[in-house]
């Protein structure tokens, strides 16, 4: 582009965004035949916009992105909490289970035993097993 089309392209994208993009994709069209540079850069326009006109067009897509991470942090919340206690049934470290040597609470040594189980959480969580299991 010459230092006038550049002008021209910058105050249409200025005045009217979806114009400017709409010259310079043609403009770099019309180039790409020449400069096989020109015809990467096309398609990342290409690729780099598809996303925010298909988000533009779907708004709740959006929302159910916001949802479903919500859905997330709140089933990671609950999976934290279950480890903690099953961790705590067993007198294990929550954040390991005694398989990390580095790890800040146990130094490697939190598996299950390393410390007294909650006895409230042992009868609720592991003593229906131990009995399941002595059954045939």
């Excluded at 249409?12 to 020449?34: H, I, K």
């Excluded at 859905?71 to 954040?95: F, K, S, T, W, Y």
């Excluded at 790890?103 to 006895?119: A, K, L, T, V």
Aim: hydrophobic letters at 40%.
């Amino acid at each position: 582009m010459s230092s006038v089309d550049f002008a021209q392209l910058f105050q249409m994208m200025q005045q009217n965004p979806a114009a400017g993009r709409q010259l310079m994709t043609e403009s770099l069209r019309a180039r790409a035949a020449d400069d096989p540079r020109m015809a990467v850069m096309l398609d990342y326009m290409k690729q780099s916009e598809a996303p925010a006109s298909e988000s533009a067009r779907d708004p709740s897509r959006a929302q159910r992105i916001r949802a479903a991470i919500q859905e997330m942090r709140e089933e990671l919340v609950e999976l934290h909490q279950r480890n903690e206690d099953l961790a705590d049934a067993l007198g294990a470290c929550p954040i390991c289970w005694g398989r990390v040597q580095h790890c800040e609470e146990c130094r490697g040594r939190g598996r299950p035993g390393w410390q007294m189980p909650d006895p409230e959480l042992f009868d609720e969580l592991v003593a229906p097993a131990i009995t399941k299991r002595g059954e045939p």
